[in-house]
């Protein structure tokens, strides 16, 4: 049999490594969730999502007012974040219905030195524990799957809700801190997931 030479392999850019490295997410289930990957068919309800009082106020306004708004969001920010770094925001469901009621997912955010914690529910599923059930979630895949050494979280003072969330999600505050851009002050959450050096 003839010997087939093999070819060098091209060198790729971090980005590029990444983007060749990455596949689809299979969508991840708790006892009440599946987490799946969004996609542009979910632009309504993200254009309900991202109107909520509490995204205007903790997130801020994206300035996404129409279906088109919205499905421009979810390819140009997300969907170009999983192929970019190979993660991004999920779509949080219940399990039992498919119903979607927020978002989880981690972001690649100037400022932070590891990938930020997001998370967001629709106003009538609040205060039900569907944010930390996803959370937990979505670190364990960071951990487990992608391999993340490290997840931070941000959120301000006056988020009670969002430090409750990174705190039961085993987050710890490390310190104050303003991200470029924005005179907020945030509180700085931070967990380890990896302990060991990476192979």
């Known amino acids: 049999m003839r010997a087939v030479k093999k070819l060098p392999r091209k060198s790729l850019s971090s980005a590029e490594d990444k983007q060749h490295r990455y596949h689809h997410m299979q969508a991840l289930t708790t006892e009440r969730l599946l987490i799946r990957e969004l996609s542009i068919v979910d632009a309504a309800f993200m254009l309900r999502l991202m109107n909520a009082p509490n995204w205007i106020r903790f997130i801020g306004d994206r300035n996404v007012k129409t279906i088109s708004d919205a499905s421009n969001y979810i390819s140009s920010r997300i969907i170009s974040s999983y192929r970019t770094n190979g993660f991004g925001l999920y779509l949080v469901t219940l399990k039992n219905t498919r119903k979607p009621i927020g978002i989880c997912g981690l972001v690649k955010r100037e400022g932070l030195n590891h990938p930020d914690l997001g998370f967001a529910i629709l106003p009538e599923y609040e205060r039900m524990g569907y944010a930390s059930e996803a959370a937990t979630a979505v670190l364990d895949y960071a951990g487990n799957i992608l391999r993340l050494k490290q997840v931070e979280g941000i959120t301000t003072k006056s988020n009670l809700a969002s430090v409750s969330v990174l ?4 987050m710890h505050y490390v310190k104050n801190i303003q991200l470029p851009g924005d005179d907020a002050d945030f509180m700085l959450f ?9 192979v």
């Open 167 to 170: 705190e039961k999600a085993g």
């Open 190 to 198: 931070s967990r380890i997931l990896q302990t060991e050096p990476l």
